[in-house]
């Protein structure tokens, strides 16, 4: 697609573009815009549970005269906060704005393998998400039973389900053309010399996402189908013969399963957790091998890890279903599936440990939030066996456990890598710098206060506080010991949120800043630092598209004059 | 496919209306299949087998397969894994179920 | 600058970019319908009654659908053939006898459709006929994303084979894989749903 030489409208260069930095930077800012939103729900939610019946403060106008939440709302904004956080933030940030601007850049190619698909599956991801933001206005509310949405509670449910299925649809479909682009991009448009083991630890992860992206979310879709049908057409796909509610037997036909929904949504809900963790892992290699100056440690053990990671989360999604009455046999297959996923993930982290072994390094911000990353996902990734192991899970299933676990793998985890790879990738798509002094102060007070929010909820978990309650576990005896811990959280919750003042300005004064002239602050290896201007060029990203003769990582080479030798540089 | 000669593709079309008297037949085949009075395993079995003789056919004939790059093979074999998962995981669960 | 690999193949993987475009798409449909085949599997072996096809469905009406898509598929691929011969004409008339038929499969269709509802057979009836609906009736929105793409090749867009023919014979024959699947999905739900 020739984009040489003609002049673009304001809204073919910034609105339509087909560029893939620029649909990289809509996706950034549309899914960053999100988080904040899905995390100031979670902020509203934390209040009633601090100070339960208490009229909440700034905006308890929109919940009635009172100003206190009702327990509907509550359930309203605990379902769309992790819908949000997962569909319309994490992933579309994680992928779609890092994947979009970064992959092309980092195997030397001009631009996305169908430029004019990219476009689509940003605006699909927006109309999306604003079909998700209407859930809010209907009759009812928004969706409110869980992100999870089992039915027969989803299927009853107010509009506000209906309004989630449509919105999840289009999302699913935005997804699954953005991964079939990512997966021909870096099939089809890698450089000469760059082979598959030449490929930064970036590039695998984005693509093996794609990959799970595109085999595991489809059954979600056909179960959203099903849900529609139930919910508009009166079919009984999720609904059990001889259902009561309130007092009334139903008349639809049933014979249907609610576990037939489970199966659908967790064979991509489990994959799903594996393409939010990724790009993380591929976003803290690329900081971690810049800020050691030296070469990762375990390149193939790295790729090898991931794709079997990639393959194993096929078969581990009953593992959310353990309780169901599945019958010990497939119970005990599921246990053992996930006790051995869990072995890929340490390979990982080892690996990255490793790296560190023996580095110079600098601990700028990028690498702060880097090395956070590493004891954070630990644990949550620990955490997450007990809940693996059928015996413990029954005790644990449902509770603040399972919140604590996968927040610490998603929150100061896949979140702290976000943040990692934007102020690491700010000078590359701005040509400035962020302020040093923030960014480090955004991450401290960030660790603690995450810490703060999610290590109590284990000690809630274990004393058996289960989730998705608008009390926090008051009217429950057994939670009486531990529900001080709510104000703590809740406290934790408002501080992490004032911490990211730090982050908002730091971006706001940087973008305001004087450029730097530099291309490469960071003296970076991979095509992406070294090949291309910063901002990259417009058309086509590089004055020549290079040629790779060496790994992604090659630091500290014995004999170079310099610590850091490009991929493009000749051997 | 964007090598083929028009001798190649003339030996193609061949094929192509080979496939089609045989998809045709085995339609009829199926049919007549389910008329006979077979037990419910029996008969899905087979019908799946008449079908899945088809979908190869329309696959590797009319959708080019049996010639086509390893990157395909490998990135169906990946959709096949994943499809069977699909379709006989959950059924296990379900059968697990039931023998309680 | 252009991008690399949309006409020509790539070497070392011997593909231009559509072709594995298309391949992935259709791998993420496999798992769409598998979806719901595994949704269909699922509800039947979880319920003792189960109607069988000839109960609600009419088989007669349906083999003659069969046998419409599948000849659909051949002119398909014949549509494309042409244009490897250099047949602009013949491209033309295949391509519109795959459009007359594919409207014959929703016209019986529409057929089937119309004569259960006015008999009182909804998809709420019971999950026989929910599920029987729901995957016809997703194939039938297939085959009519297939219709409109096809048909834009067919007027529209033909102008494309004067400005670049070896580019407009690749996407007819990535609109013809899409097709073949489109006619596969079928050859498997035309038995389970109406014969077993």
């Not at chain 1, 580095?359 to 700028?364: D, L």
């Not at chain 1, 630091?555 to 490009?566: I, R």
């Amino acid at each position: 697609m020739s984009t040489d030489h003609y002049k673009q409208s304001f809204l073919t260069k910034y609105i339509w573009s087909t560029d893939h930095k620029i649909i990289g930077l809509q996706y950034g800012i549309t899914s960053l815009v999100w988080l904040l939103f899905g995390f100031s729900l979670m902020m509203i939610m934390r209040y009633q549970l601090a100070y339960p019946e208490s009229p909440i403060p700034f905006v308890g106008s929109l919940f009635g005269e009172s100003g206190i939440l009702p327990s509907e709302m509550y359930n309203s904004l605990g379902a769309m906060h992790g819908t949000i956080m997962i569909f319309l933030g994490v992933v579309p940030l994680a992928f779609g704005a890092f994947g979009n601007y970064f992959v092309p850049l980092q195997i030397g190619a001009i631009d996305m393998a169908f430029p004019k698909l990219n476009a689509a599956s940003y605006w699909m991801y927006f109309v999306g998400s604003v079909i998700m933001a209407i859930g809010f206005f209907v009759p009812g509310g928004a969706a409110n039973s869980g992100w999870t949405s089992y039915p027969p509670l989803s299927n009853i449910a107010t509009t506000g389900q209906t309004v989630w299925l449509l919105g999840m649809v289009m999302l699913i479909t935005s997804s699954l053309l953005g991964s079939v682009n990512i997966l021909v991009t870096v099939i089809q448009l890698r450089t000469d010399g760059m082979t598959w083991m030449k490929l930064p630890i970036f590039v695998w992860t984005q693509f093996i996402t794609a990959f799970l992206l595109l085999l595991a979310f489809p059954p979600l879709e056909a179960a959203g189908v099903l849900q529609l049908m139930d919910r508009l057409a009166g079919t009984s796909f999720f609904m059990p013969s001889g259902l009561v509610v309130s007092g009334e037997v139903l008349t639809n036909a049933g014979g249907g399963s609610p576990l037939l929904w489970q199966h659908l949504f967790w064979f991509l809900a489990h994959p799903e957790v594996y393409v939010l963790i990724l790009p993380a892992f591929g976003i803290v290699t690329e900081i971690i091998a810049n800020n050691t100056r030296k070469p990762i440690w375990g390149y193939k053990a790295l790729v090898y890890a991931m794709v079997f990671l990639g393959f194993m989360s096929f078969i581990v999604w009953a593992h959310h279903m353990y309780i169901t009455g599945m019958g010990t046999s497939i119970g005990a297959f599921f246990q053992t599936t996930t006790m051995i996923i869990s072995i890929p993930s340490v390979v990982i982290l080892t690996a990255l440990l490793l790296s560190l072994w023996g580095g110079s390094i600098r601990f700028n911000t990028p690498m702060l939030f880097a090395l956070g990353f590493i004891p954070m996902f630990g644990i949550g990734g620990l955490t997450g066996l007990p809940l693996g192991l059928a015996a413990a899970d029954i005790h644990l299933h449902d509770t603040y456990y399972v919140i604590g676990h996968f927040h610490y793998v998603v929150a100061p985890g896949t979140i702290f890598a976000l943040f990692a790879g934007i102020y690491y990738w700010f000078p590359k798509m701005t040509g400035k710098r962020t302020n040093e002094t923030l960014g480090k102060l955004h991450f401290f007070f960030s660790m603690i206060f995450m810490n703060g929010i999610f290590m109590p909820m284990f000690v809630q978990g274990l004393a058996g506080v289960s989730r998705r309650l608008w009390d926090g576990g008051e009217s429950y005896a057994h939670a009486a010991d531990v529900l001080y811990l709510n104000e703590v959280m809740s406290v934790s919750a408002w501080l992490l949120g004032l911490a990211q003042i730090f982050f908002i300005v730091n971006m706001i004064i940087s973008l305001f800043g004087k450029k730097t002239g530099e291309k490469n602050p960071w003296k970076a290896t991979t095509l992406d630092w070294t090949d291309t201007t910063s901002p990259p060029l417009g058309h086509g990203n590089f004055e020549i598209v290079p040629t790779v003769y060496r790994g992604p990582y090659e630091y500290s080479v014995p004999g170079d004059e310099q610590d850091f030798t490009p991929q493009s540089k000749k051997v | 496919m964007s090598e083929l000669t028009p001798e190649q593709v003339k030996h193609h079309i061949k094929t192509y209306v080979l496939v089609f008297v045989s998809l045709a037949f085995l339609t009829i085949v199926t049919v007549a299949i389910s008329y006979l009075d077979l037990g419910v395993v029996e008969g899905v079995v087979l019908a799946l087998i008449v079908a899945s003789i088809k979908g190869s056919l329309v696959a590797c004939y009319f959708m080019h397969l049996i010639d086509e790059k390893i990157t395909i093979y490998w990135t169906l074999i990946a959709t096949l894994v994943a499809f069977l998962i699909l379709i006989f995981v959950p059924l296990s669960t379900m059968l697990a179920q039931a023998k309680i | 600058m252009d991008i690399p690999y949309t006409v020509k193949n790539r070497p070392d993987t011997g593909l231009y970019n559509g072709k594995l475009g298309i391949w992935l798409f259709l791998a993420s449909e496999v798992m769409l319908f598998g979806g719901l085949f595994s949704a269909y599997i699922f509800l039947r072996t979880g319920v003792e009654q189960w109607p069988t096809g000839s109960e609600y469905l009419d088989i007669p009406l349906a083999t003659l659908n069969t046998l419409f898509l599948i000849t659909s598929s051949v002119t398909m691929v014949m549509s494309w053939a042409s244009l490897k011969l250099n047949d602009f004409k013949k491209f033309k008339i295949y391509s519109g006898v795959t459009l007359l038929l594919a409207l014959a499969f929703l016209i019986v269709k529409y057929f089937e459709y119309t004569h259960k509802f006015h008999v009182g057979y909804l998809p709420s009836t019971n999950n026989f006929l929910g599920i029987y609906f729901t995957m016809t009736g997703l194939h039938v929105l297939h085959i009519i994303g297939g219709m409109i793409v096809i048909f834009y090749f067919w007027i529209p867009g033909s102008k494309m084979w004067k400005e670049d023919s070896e580019r407009f014979t690749n996407r007819i024959e990535i609109v013809g894989l899409y097709w073949h699947f489109v006619d596969l999905v079928w050859i498997f739900l035309f038995p389970v749903l109406y014969l077993l």
